[in-house]
Structure formats: structure tokens, C-alpha cells
């Protein structure tokens, strides 16, 4: 009991407030002890930030925005104090940021003959398998999904989890990953939640019958779990090694698109066109290169996909409902038909190295997509994703075993204000 009360007496609370260079507000930026992500918490509309936690005084805090450096501080800095004051912390840009990694250049003209293109790429793949290891490594990272629709955001969710990449299990050359979710919560506005909960329990579903209506706000309440299929699939986009092994020989799809301060960004372009035009894909892909030494810096993708449906798609009251729950309104869309989808993609990846081999830090990806229907209906949606390594294990990692994948996770619901 005594050594209860002394661990209780320790728990502080933690305050601030996060805004931009320009003093604006960053709402959805997530705090996070590094020892224990999942005391943390995010900002709400006005940047402001709260959470309690037993923390020593230098133990390290993580503030972070996609798009925008992480900062670390001391958990000091942000200790509630006598004087009430909020402290105020400003994010600066990523100076790596997605749609600016690539900055338009004239080519350089010897470089895009193919005979001296195929030279250059043999030379990044040599030292791409020289840096990237073959042995296994474990991540744990903290993943962050957040939505917006019209303008708005109205929810982030948040998980902290272990990865095992086994590249001796990897199939066609990719890597072998296993996902681990530990924790999750999902970060709501509280007027946005209320909001999503009467469009659940509203008017759009009462002519449902009882039992499909409970089948239903069951299944919206207990949906697949996303830490394997949004948390798991961001970390598995952008396999470089993999992807630049797949194009290397493709020469006539490949430019130097820019060379500046001993970096060179290699830029693959692919486009896929299929069912008369009525799919259309174009990747880019751009590897920033040290001018000397070969090593990949850093990679970005860049994908735009086009879908058109002729007759359009007449959707289930499932799939309405949860349309109507994305859009945020009253707006009935009962007789909605899916006609095209088109989306845009950008994904960037950071790297760290250690212990002579390169290893992930950082992924980011914003995806902007359009869901257009019958009547002029038209549903925006943008996802902005950040992933940040909190540690990585290079030594002794054995694999995951088959009930620590497959367990489900239990979602924490935090509203804030």
C-alpha cells in the first residue's frame, strides 16, 4: 500500500501547446513519453495537449506532425507548474518533405543515355546490398493514421507496436513482416464523436430492421482491426531494395531529374493502363543518391490512380452508411452509386544507420482521394500518415510467435477538448 502511494504521489500532469512556424495551431500532433508512448496523447484544435504521467524530470518527450520535424524536449519543460502558464512549442518543417524532395533540374545529358543510365543504376544497386542487412531486426514504432473529409479533421488513431522483418522468409525478394500491435487509441473531437454517433444511430439506418441495425453498429463498433490493415500496410509500402532490383534493368523509364549539394535523385516512372483505360496508375519513384558514394539518403513515391465505372456501382446500406459516417453531414446519400475514384499518393521514407547497415526511421504519406457518384456526389477524403521508429533491435530477433500477430487489440476512445 505504502509503495502505492509513493508511485501515485509521482504523477504529474504535463501541458502545452504546439503550433507551426507562424504561430498557427497544429491539432492531431501527437505527445508521447519515448520510455511509454502510450501515456501520450494529442492536440486539440487549438494545439493544446494535456496528459498525466510518473515521469522523471529528464525523461525525454517526442512532439510530432507529419510534414514537420519531431521536437524532443524533457519532460520539465511541459511539467505543470504554479504559474499556470501553457508552454508553447513550435514544430519547423521537415526539411524533407514529400512533394519537395525532387526539385525540377535539367537533366544531365550524358547521364540519360542508357548505356551510362544502366552504369549508375548496377552502382546503387552494389551499394544497396552492401547497406541494407540481410539478418533480422525489430522495430518498435508508434503509428499515426489521421482523416480528414471537407476540410476537417475528425479523427486520428494511434498505435504502438512491434515489427519483425525476416528477410531469409521473404518471397520474391521482399521483405518477410511481421506486425505486432501493443497498444491503440483512437482520438476523436468531442463534437466530431457526437456527430459520428447520431449518424450511426440516426435516421439513415432506422429503416433497417432491429437485428440488422444491431448487426450493423456492432460491426462499425468492432471493424477489422487496422493494425493489420492500415498500420501494417503503411510500413509496408515503399520496399526500396525491392522495387529499384524489380526496375533497375527497365533503363528507358529511368532520369536523373536533379543533381544538387553531392545529391542525385534518380526518378522511375511507371504507368499501368488497363480495362480500355477505365484503370489508370502512374508511379514515380525517386531515389536521392549521395553523387559519391551511391548510398540511398532518402526515397519518395509518388502514385495517382483513376478508376471509372461505367454504370456505376450501386452500394449495400453497409457501405452507405459508412460513406455518410466519412462525410461528416446530413447529407442522405441513400441512392449513391459509385462512378469513379481517383487518388493521389505520396509517400516519403527516412533512414538511420547503424552499426554499418541502414535501417527505417521515418515514413509519411498523405493520400488524397475523391469517391464520385451519381447527382454530383462527391466525397473527399485525406489521410495523413506518420510512422516514427522508438527502437530497433539488430541482435538475436527470433520471430514473432502465431498468437502474438493474431491477437486483436482492444481500442482506447479519447475525446479531446
Same mark, same amino acid.
Given at each position: ?20 512556424? !507562424? ?26 495537449? /494535456? ?52 526539385? *525540377?533540374?535539367?537533366?544531365? !545529358?550524358?547521364?540519360? !543515355?542508357?548505356? *551510362?543510365?544502366?552504369?549508375?543504376? &548496377?552502382?546503387?544497386?552494389?551499394? @544497396? ?17 489521421? $482523416?480528414?473529409?471537407?476540410?476537417? *479533421? ?52 432506422? /429503416?433497417? +430492421?432491429?437485428?440488422?441495425?444491431? =448487426? ?12 493489420? #490493415? ?22 528507358? &523509364? ?8 553531392? +545529391? ?5 516512372? &511507371?504507368?499501368?493502363?488497363?480495362? @480500355?483505360?477505365? %484503370? ?18 532518402? %526515397?519518395?513515391?509518388?502514385? +495517382? ?5 461505367? %454504370?456505376?456501382?450501386?452500394?449495400? =446500406? ?9 462525410? $461528416? ?9 459509385? =462512378?469513379? @475514384?481517383?487518388?493521389?499518393?505520396? @509517400? ?8 554499418? &547497415? ?26 495523413? *500518415? ?8 539488430? $541482435?538475436?530477433? =527470433? ?8 491477437? /486483436?487489440?482492444?481500442?482506447?476512445? #479519447?475525446?479531446?477538448?
Amino acid at each position: 500500500m505504502t509503495k502505492f502511494l509513493c508511485i501515485l504521489a509521482l504523477v504529474a500532469t504535463y501541458i502545452g501547446r504546439v503550433v507551426d512556424q !507562424k504561430g498557427e495551431p497544429i491539432p492531431y500532433a501527437t505527445v508521447y513519453p519515448e520510455i511509454a508512448p502510450e501515456w501520450g496523447t494529442a492536440t486539440n484544435n487549438d494545439g493544446v495537449f /494535456r496528459f498525466e504521467a510518473n515521469l522523471t524530470n529528464d525523461s525525454r518527450v517526442i512532439v510530432s506532425y507529419i510534414g514537420y520535424e519531431k521536437l524532443t524536449l524533457t519532460a520539465n519543460q511541459i511539467k505543470e507548474g504554479q504559474s499556470g502558464e501553457i508552454p508553447l512549442l513550435t514544430l519547423r518543417e521537415q526539411p524533407i518533405a514529400l512533394q519537395e524532395t525532387v526539385v *525540377a533540374a535539367k537533366p544531365a !545529358k550524358q547521364r540519360n !543515355k542508357r548505356k *551510362a543510365m544502366a552504369a549508375l543504376l &548496377h552502382a546503387v544497386y552494389l551499394k @544497396l546490398e552492401e547497406e541494407f542487412p540481410d539478418n533480422n531486426s525489430q522495430y518498435q514504432i508508434v503509428s499515426d493514421v489521421r $482523416m480528414n473529409s471537407n476540410g476537417s *479533421a475528425w479523427g486520428m488513431e494511434q498505435m504502438i507496436a512491434n515489427i519483425v522483418v525476416l528477410p531469409e522468409q521473404a518471397k520474391e525478394g521482399r521483405d518477410s513482416v511481421q506486425f505486432q500491435g501493443r497498444y491503440c487509441k483512437r482520438f476523436f473531437d468531442a463534437q466530431k464523436r457526437a456527430q459520428a454517433d447520431s449518424i450511426l444511430a440516426g435516421e439513415t439506418i432506422e /429503416r433497417l +430492421e432491429k437485428g440488422q441495425k444491431e =448487426k450493423f453498429i456492432r460491426k462499425a463498433a468492432n471493424a477489422v482491426d487496422s493494425g493489420v #490493415v492500415v498500420h501494417k500496410a503503411l510500413f509496408a509500402l515503399g520496399n526500396m531494395r525491392y522495387d529499384f532490383e524489380q526496375s533497375m534493368g527497365d533503363t528507358k &523509364h529511368w532520369k536523373v531529374s536533379n543533381e544538387s549539394e553531392g +545529391e542525385t535523385v534518380l526518378t522511375h516512372t &511507371h504507368k499501368i493502363s488497363k480495362y @480500355l483505360g477505365l %484503370f489508370k496508375m502512374t508511379f514515380q519513384r525517386h531515389y536521392i543518391v549521395d553523387s559519391k558514394t551511391y548510398a540511398v539518403r532518402r %526515397f519518395s513515391e509518388h502514385a +495517382e490512380v483513376k478508376v471509372t465505372i461505367p %454504370f456505376g456501382i450501386k452500394l449495400d =446500406k453497409d457501405q452507405l452508411q459508412m460513406l455518410n459516417l466519412v462525410n $461528416m453531414n446530413e447529407q442522405s446519400i441513400e441512392k449513391f452509386r459509385l =462512378k469513379k @475514384l481517383r487518388a493521389k499518393v505520396d @509517400l516519403n521514407t527516412i533512414y538511420q544507420r547503424q552499426d554499418g &547497415h541502414v535501417y527505417l526511421q521515418e515514413k509519411n504519406m498523405i493520400m488524397d482521394a475523391h469517391i464520385l457518384g451519381s447527382k454530383k456526389v462527391e466525397i473527399p477524403i485525406l489521410i495523413k *500518415a506518420t510512422q516514427r521508429v522508438t527502437g530497433l533491435q539488430t $541482435m538475436d530477433v =527470433k520471430p514473432l510467435k502465431k498468437n502474438q500477430i493474431t491477437r /486483436r487489440l482492444k481500442r482506447e476512445i #479519447v475525446e479531446i477538448y
